[in-house]
């Protein structure tokens, strides 16, 4: 089992940034493809970013042009930079590994956006 640990979540006004940062364990991170998730309120859970081991990444039609998936392979980590933060970004944003077809997640990290 992965474990996969997220931070960076926190308050931040409309039109501001935040990073969020994962790591996940394993040896054989780089062969995870890893995802940014979030939960709204009373929604379901949906996929943000992704990005393969290799590094292509892919988003949703909500996080074109405003956030960036990124990875560095020799720490284990997995970033998300959201820029131009709007209300509606509020939930708790999960990370995700995924390898040979088996699912882990992190516990969630809140982001709140608020004035």
């Known amino acids: 089992q992965v474990q996969v640990v997220e931070s960076g979540g926190g308050l931040v006004q409309p039109g501001g940034s935040l990073r969020l940062s994962c790591t996940a364990s394993?040896?054989?991170?780089?062969?995870?493809?890893m995802g940014w998730y979030r939960q709204a309120p009373g929604k379901q859970r949906e996929l943000v970013a992704g990005?393969?081991?290799?590094?292509?990444?892919s988003y949703s039609d909500s996080a074109k042009g405003r956030f960036n998936i990124s990875r560095d392979n020799a720490k284990n980590m997995v970033y998300l930079q959201m820029n131009n933060l709007k209300p509606e970004d509020t939930a708790v944003y999960f990370c995700?590994?995924?390898?040979?077809?088996?699912?882990?997640w992190g516990k969630g990290t809140l982001v709140t956006v608020s004035s």
């Open positions: 990005i393969t081991g290799g590094g292509l990444a």
């Open positions: 995700h590994a995924r390898w040979l077809g088996v699912d882990d």
């Open positions: 394993g040896s054989i991170f780089s062969y995870y493809n």
